[in-house]
């Protein structure tokens, strides 16, 4: 939590630095996309695992919120923003019934740092972003029921033998993506590598395998700035 309340302490420094010299654009930000995430299992035990255990698919994701653009020159700004993110993936099991599923869905607090360069109306933008989670839930339907459960995060190791279910709250990647600018409205094409692990670690469990889980997604945003011509 104390690197969390670090980073946006930064962000903000940031913005405000930058406020002080550059031209600035405030808007509002919304988007939906398709999230998945890339599951690798590595380590002496590896191969306990069939290779149908480890596949998934993309779910609907979407995001909302608040940005703020700095202009840097004529051809490049600065943007980053807070924004509410929705993100998961959904298990691909052979034996589930057309009607059957088994999903994830998380929700988080993120804040991109993206540098765009400008052409005309064209852009294109790349840069990291970092995620703080705040809920989860597993949603699955067998054989006619349908159950949910939900999933806490968490910034440090987890207990094993805890009843509940955890993820790890720290998630950070990398944006790119490209745009065009319409008046006031700005239309993106992105997509989200993610390099952190939302599978969390746990306490006095050794084991001979790791597990990494992290996200890969598409989206399509579109953003307001007030203000704009």
Same mark, same amino acid.
Request: hydrophobic share 40%; charged share 25%; proline share 3%.
């Given at each position: 939590?104390?690197?969390?309340? %670090?980073?946006?302490?930064?962000?903000?420094?940031?913005?405000?630095?930058?406020?002080?010299?550059?031209?600035?654009k405030?808007?509002?930000k919304?988007?939906?996309?398709?999230?998945? /995430?890339?599951?690798? /299992?590595?380590?002496?035990? %590896?191969?306990?695992?069939?290779?149908?255990?480890?596949?998934?698919?993309k779910?609907?994701?979407?995001? @909302?919120?608040?940005?703020?653009?700095?202009?840097?020159?004529?051809?490049?700004?600065?943007?980053?923003?807070?924004?509410y993110?929705?993100k998961?993936?959904?298990?691909?099991?052979e034996?589930?019934?057309?009607?059957?599923?088994?999903?994830? *869905?998380?929700?988080?607090?993120?804040?991109?740092?993206?540098?765009?360069?400008?052409?005309? %109306?064209?852009?294109? *933008?790349?840069?990291?972003?970092?995620?703080?989670?705040?809920? !989860?839930?597993?949603?699955?339907?067998?054989?006619?029921?349908?159950?949910?459960?939900q999933?806490?995060?968490?910034?440090?190791?987890?207990?094993?033998?805890?009843?509940? #279910?955890? #993820?790890?709250? @720290?998630?950070?990647?990398?944006?790119?993506?490209?745009?065009?600018?319409?008046?006031?409205?700005?239309?993106?094409? !992105?997509?989200s =590598? !993610?390099?952190?692990? /939302?599978?969390?670690?746990?306490?006095?469990?050794?084991?001979?395998?790791? /597990?990494?889980?992290?996200?890969?997604?598409?989206?399509?945003?579109?953003?307001? =700035?007030?203000?704009?011509?």
């Open positions: 939590m104390k690197n969390i309340l %670090k980073l946006f302490l930064f962000v903000a420094i940031l913005s405000f630095s930058l406020q002080m010299s550059a031209q600035v405030f808007g509002l919304g988007g939906v996309g398709l999230s998945d /995430i890339k599951l690798t /299992i590595s380590g002496e035990d %590896k191969d306990l695992f069939e290779d149908d255990e480890l596949k998934t698919k779910i609907p994701a979407f995001h @909302i919120g608040g940005v703020v653009e700095f202009s840097l020159s004529e051809s490049m700004s600065l943007q980053s923003g807070l924004l993110s929705r998961g993936f959904a298990t691909d099991e034996e589930l019934e057309s009607d059957e599923y088994d999903k994830y *869905f998380f929700s988080y607090l993120e804040a991109p740092l993206h540098l765009i360069y400008h052409k005309d %109306k064209f852009q294109a *933008f790349a840069g990291p972003y970092f995620s703080y989670g705040l809920s !989860g839930v597993n949603k699955w339907k067998y054989s006619g029921d349908t159950e949910s459960e999933i806490k995060p968490s910034v440090k190791k987890v207990n094993a033998d805890d009843d509940d #279910f955890y #993820f790890n709250a @720290i998630d950070y990647g990398l944006d790119f993506g490209v745009g065009y600018q319409v008046g006031p409205i700005l239309l993106n094409v !992105g997509y =590598f !993610g390099l952190g692990n /939302i599978q969390p670690k746990y306490e006095d469990v050794d084991l001979d395998f790791d /597990i990494k889980m992290s996200y890969r997604a598409f989206s399509l945003s579109g953003t307001y =700035f007030f203000g704009s011509e």
